[in-house]
């Protein structure tokens, strides 16, 4: 059964950092995809950053408009673990950040959430003006 869990949201003030973790138990991450999205209080979820883990050490991400440069997507495949480094945070980046894992290597829309059928219960940042 594949278990997503994420930790590290919290609050902080704006121009602050945190770093999100999404262990995966249950899953093989070789050749898949895996993401962060997050959805803010009425608002639809959207995605924020996907990481394709290929052989070897190859990998590629994808991020969104709205946080290129400022958060970074990364791998430790000895833990089985995603992070999501966000810097520089605005109080627009203010949501439920959520952990998502696909069944395959064919996903044509790294972000789009439709992509993934895996999914953790999410963690929640705020972040202050």
Known sequence: QVQLVES???????GGSLRLSCAASGYTARRKY???????PGKEREGVASIYIGD???YSTTYADSVKGRFTISQDN???TR???MNSLKPED??????AASSTQWVTRPLVQDEYIYWGRGTQDTVSS
């Open 8 to 14: 590290g949201g919290g609050s902080v003030q704006a």
């Open 34 to 40: 895996m993401a962060w999205f997050r959805q803010a």
């Open 56 to 58: 070897g050490d190859t």
């Open 78 to 80: 000895a833990k089985n």
């Open 83 to 85: 992070y999501l480094q």
């Open 94 to 99: 203010t949501a439920t950040y959520y952990c």
